[in-house]
């Protein structure tokens, strides 16, 4: 099975604070992404990755930064976390290679800024 | 870029009930999936279908591509369906990107 695992599943920060949300699978997925999900607007992509240390803008980028120095791991960076930055956080990945390119969820992360 | 509509936005159902969830999109799609996120936040891929009907037990999904959405079907509800169900498609020629629908959220009563 398919194992995708986020660093926390809460989280508390104060306006101003660097975030780091880590993103692990164990499946050699080449894809991984960064959803942020808001009440009556569903899933948004933030920021996805198709190869170590690649990264390309979602939907949603402002405020938000990515690194990939290892394939399994994606990690999604607040440089300076804002209130509205307050949301749930969903890492994924997929493979192109498998043939039935399906995405694979971690827990997710609830993120609240003060 | 591509609208995904999802309907009803809410489903409130006896357990037993049966229930259509409706996808529909706005342009040519590679890949389509079907999701249900539980009370804990948790998405759980249910079916990858861009096209055709596949079943899993109580769940059936229908994507109709030429006509432009897909239905999730759910038979003799149980509690434990209770959630969102999300659908996402990703867009030809898009690169990967995957855009989700705003959810139906089911809510069964025992």
């Known amino acids: 099975d398919v194992k995708v695992t986020q660093s926390s599943r809460y989280l508390v920060k104060r306006t101003g604070e660097k975030v780091f949300l880590e993103c692990v699978q164990d499946m050699d997925h080449e894809n991984m992404f960064w959803y942020r999900q808001d009440p009556g607007l569903g899933l948004r992509l933030i920021y996805f990755?198709?190869?170590?240390?690649?990264?390309e803008k979602g939907d949603i980028p402002e405020g938000y930064s990515v690194s990939r120095e290892k394939k399994e791991r994606f990690s999604l960076i607040l440089e300076s976390a804002s209130t509205n930055q307050t949301s749930m956080y969903l890492c994924a990945s997929s493979s192109p290679t498998s043939g039935q390119e399906t995405q694979y969820f971690g827990p997710g992360t609830r993120l609240l800024v003060l | 870029g591509i609208q995904v509509e999802q309907s009803p936005p809410d489903l409130i159902l006896q357990e037993g009930a049966n229930s259509t969830l409706r996808c529909n999109f706005s342009d040519s799609v590679n890949n389509l999936q079907w999701f249900h996120q539980n009370p804990w936040g948790q998405l759980i891929n249910l079916f990858y279908?861009?096209?055709g009907t596949k079943q899993n037990g109580r769940l059936s999904a229908t994507t109709v591509a030429t006509e432009r959405y897909s239905l999730l079907y759910i038979s003799s509800s149980q509690t434990t369906d209770s959630g969102v169900y999300f659908c996402a498609v990703e867009q030809k020629n898009r690169d990967d990107k995957i855009i989700f629908g705003k959810g139906t959220r089911l809510h069964i009563l025992p």
């Open positions: 279908i861009p096209s």
């Open positions: 990755s198709y190869d170590v240390k690649m990264k």
